[in-house]
């Protein structure tokens, strides 16, 4: 009887209820009494939170602490958008520097992320959306006369312009070749996708 006692005492310190509630063992049953006085001057700070800073007054109002912790659930929400939308995956560092640098691709990513939001806001289309639809923008190798060989980029449908333009992107109608093949999942040759 005493082990189930103690572990209810134990539970009780867990939920921090110490003050209102404990435990009693009558006949081997076990039950819990709550101090009505003490339960209502708890319950008064139902819904509240405290925010506990190495700060003093003259360094930070109870304001501006409030603010700053606030702040962080648009940071979390800034990772979360920047990870999903351009789809920068989990990345697993150990070194300081690599964690910098990670963290500096992902805000730069937040940065594009919400530049689009605000130029495609018009449009009602999301930013995941938006790169989404940009996918269809392709290129094309246009070699003439067996001599010259250029990248063309074909005119955008409708909806790849509407975003370009929102965005105040202008596209040029041809682009110098250089040789290089950009392989993407879908074209990965076959002796690539072995290795």
Known sequence: MAAAIGRVKKKIEQLRLSSCI????????????????AWQELSKLDGCYCLKTDLNGEEATKELVHERYK????????????????????????KESRTRGHVFVVMLAYH??????????????????????????????????????????????????????????????????????????KNLPEERQRH
């Open 22 to 37: 404990c435990v009693s063992n009558v006949e081997r049953k076990l039950t819990l009494v709550r101090d009505e006085a």
């Open 71 to 94: 702040s962080l659930a648009e940071v979390e929400w800034a990772f979360r958008t920047s990870k999903s939308t351009l789809e920068v995956r989990p990345i697993y560092v150990r």
């Open 112 to 185: 594009i992320v919400k530049e689009l939001a605000q130029c495609w806001c018009e449009l009602d289309m999301t930013p995941s959306e938006g790169v989404n639809e940009l996918t269809s923008l392709c290129m094309t190798e246009v070699t003439i006369e067996n001599q010259t060989t250029i990248n063309q980029v074909p005119a955008p449908r409708e909806s790849v312009q509407q975003l370009l333009a929102a965005a105040r992107v202008e596209i040029p109608l041809a682009l110098p070749y250089r040789g290089t093949k950009v392989y993407t999942k």
